[in-house]
């Protein structure tokens, strides 16, 4: 009888032990299929955020019409987009576009405030640009630009 018991549990468990390698092979089956679309997935925004930097513009938006000599001005700058955007630096441009003076660093909202002291009257000229690193294999820079003229009187 304690053989006929010792056999008929042998059996049991070998049955179970072979159902439960049949679920761990279909579990780690379609562990990878989901890895898989993972990856896509994760690519596919990275792209979408890639093109969504590449499209952008940036605006700005003042508050009054003229400022003054010698008084602290605002300038809002919006990007063309509502959502947050890929971590980026905004710095003021030498006299050919090219980065130069860091004024923020690590944004992720679509906009930020620019201040500054004009010190003459006439026509001043805003130049900023936006610096988006792009993590890719080439670790890309991608430059947004924008220009603002503003009137400033005595």
Same mark, same amino acid.
């Given at each position: 009888m304690k053989k006929t018991n010792f056999g008929l549990i042998l059996i049991l468990l070998t049955f179970f032990f072979s159902c439960n390698e049949k679920k761990i092979s279909?579990?780690?089956?379609r562990i990878t299929?989901?890895?898989t679309q993972n990856k896509k997935l994760t690519d596919s925004i990275s792209k979408s955020d890639y093109y969504k930097v590449l499209s952008s513009n940036i605006v700005g938006l003042t508050a009054k019409p003229e400022f003054v000599v010698?008084?602290?001005?605002?300038?809002?700058?919006?990007?063309?987009? +509502? #959502? %947050?955007?890929l971590t980026?630096?905004?710095y003021t441009t030498t006299s050919d576009g090219k980065p130069d003076k860091l004024?923020?660093?690590n944004l992720t909202d679509n906009e930020f405030m620019?201040?500054?002291? +004009? #010190? %003459?009257?006439?026509?001043h000229n805003?130049?900023?640009?936006?610096?988006f690193k792009i993590n890719n294999k080439e670790n890309e820079e991608i430059h947004v630009p924008t220009n603002l003229y503003v009137t400033v009187k005595e």
């Open positions: 279909e579990l780690n089956n299929e989901l890895e010698n008084e602290k001005s605002d300038v809002k700058f919006l990007f063309n987009y +509502p #959502e %947050k955007l980026y630096n905004v004024i923020y660093e620019y201040s500054f002291i +004009p #010190e %003459k009257a006439g026509e805003i130049k900023l640009v936006a610096v």
